[in-house]
């Protein structure tokens, strides 16, 4: 089984997502591009890459550069060692033939650490300033999650109760956009989509910003309606396989993500998310009487 504590260096690809929001925009052109298209990327000349992503050499040497490497020719040596070694690639497939139940436990316990660690990496700490600063000045805070994410969104309820801000999660496509009708300015509405085009939560944010709420997103990482909608966005990262589809490792992202806000938010409250715990676990003592 894989140790959590060994240092894994990121990927490149993950890298690449770390510093994407700190790129120019021909910069960002190219990383879509490259994202888009890893495995194509690792056949191509520096001058085919810029013609592909519409940007000169030189926006292409200097992304390379950004990222550590001495030139383009290191930056693809790393990125197809990465695409095409197996061996590197922890997100492996389960094989329902040659897997017997311990090597299903260590690939799933494997993938799901590494989709923590590529997570971690791509906090954009600036947004995560800006998200934590509107939830702990918020009059109210909504979250709003379909399907999977919906129990992400009750997690999020459940634990942000204590700090005394008043909230509520809303599973509901109707009562979300009920709710977020009535949000006005100093509310905040966190929308949860791994896909990040979920209809229901856009429709619920877009209500939520239009009613002068701030609105937050918790997606994975790339383009999507979701992004260009919320005010601001914490990102998760997953790889897919036939077996594990991005939504389940990215599950666990999600809930990280939640528990890094409520703290952050907890200790800027410390002592009245101290006094609300503690009034919580006298209620459960008493009813347990």
Do not use: W
């Given at each position: 089984?894989?140790?959590?504590?060994?240092?894994?260096?990121?990927?490149v690809?993950?890298q690449?997502?770390?510093?994407?929001s700190?790129?120019?925009?021909?910069?960002?052109?190219i990383a879509d591009y490259?994202l888009e298209?890893?495995?194509?990327?690792i056949?191509?000349?520096?001058?085919?890459?810029a013609?592909?992503?519409?940007?000169?050499?030189?926006?292409?040497?200097?992304?390379?550069?950004r990222?550590?490497?001495?030139?383009y020719?290191?930056?693809?040596i790393?990125?197809?060692?990465e695409?095409?070694n197996?061996k590197?690639?922890?997100?492996?497939?389960i094989?329902?033939?040659?897997?017997?139940?311990?090597?299903i436990?260590?690939?799933?316990?494997t993938?799901n650490i590494?989709?923590?660690?590529?997570?971690q990496?791509i906090?954009?700490?600036?947004a995560l300033?800006?998200?934590?600063?509107c939830?702990e000045?918020?009059?109210?805070?909504e979250?709003?999650?379909?399907?999977g994410?919906?129990?992400?969104?009750?997690?999020?309820?459940h634990k942000?109760?204590?700090?005394?801000?008043?909230?509520?999660?809303?599973?509901?496509?109707?009562?979300?956009?009920?709710?977020?009708?009535?949000?006005?300015?100093?509310?905040v509405?966190?929308?949860?989509?791994?896909?990040?085009s979920?209809?229901?939560?856009?429709?619920?944010l877009r209500?939520?910003k239009?009613?002068g709420?701030?609105?937050?997103g918790?997606?994975?990482?790339?383009k999507s309606p979701l992004?260009?909608?919320?005010?601001i966005?914490?990102?998760?990262?997953?790889?897919?396989t036939?077996?594990?589809?991005?939504?389940?490792?990215?599950r666990?992202?999600?809930?990280?993500?939640?528990?890094?806000?409520y703290?952050?938010?907890s200790?800027?409250r410390?002592?009245q998310t101290?006094t609300?715990?503690?009034?919580i676990r006298?209620?459960?003592?008493?009813?347990?009487?």
């Amino acid at each position: 089984m894989a140790d959590i504590s060994t240092h894994v260096p990121p990927s490149v690809l993950t890298q690449l997502r770390a510093i994407y929001s700190q790129l120019s925009g021909k910069e960002q052109q190219i990383a879509d591009y490259i994202l888009e298209h890893a495995s194509d990327v690792i056949h191509l000349s520096i001058t085919e890459l810029a013609d592909q992503s519409q940007c000169a050499d030189a926006t292409v040497f200097r992304l390379c550069r950004r990222l550590g490497f001495r030139g383009y020719q290191a930056f693809k040596i790393a990125l197809a060692s990465e695409v095409t070694n197996p061996k590197q690639s922890i997100y492996q497939e389960i094989n329902l033939d040659d897997d017997d139940l311990g090597s299903i436990a260590e690939k799933i316990f494997t993938a799901n650490i590494e989709t923590l660690r590529d997570t971690q990496q791509i906090i954009d700490k600036e947004a995560l300033m800006k998200i934590v600063n509107c939830l702990e000045t918020a009059r109210r805070i909504e979250f709003y999650g379909s399907g999977g994410s919906a129990a992400i969104a009750q997690d999020a309820y459940h634990k942000f109760m204590r700090t005394g801000i008043p909230c509520i999660h809303h599973s509901d496509a109707h009562y979300q956009v009920m709710s977020a009708s009535l949000l006005s300015a100093g509310d905040v509405a966190v929308g949860i989509s791994h896909s990040g085009s979920n209809e229901d939560i856009l429709e619920a944010l877009r209500v939520a910003k239009e009613a002068g709420a701030k609105t937050i997103g918790i997606t994975s990482y790339g383009k999507s309606p979701l992004v260009r909608l919320a005010d601001i966005c914490l990102y998760t990262t997953s790889r897919e396989t036939v077996f594990r589809t991005e939504a389940l490792s990215s599950r666990l992202a999600q809930l990280s993500l939640i528990d890094l806000l409520y703290v952050a938010v907890s200790l800027r409250r410390q002592e009245q998310t101290i006094t609300n715990i503690q009034h919580i676990r006298e209620a459960i003592s008493l009813k347990r009487l």
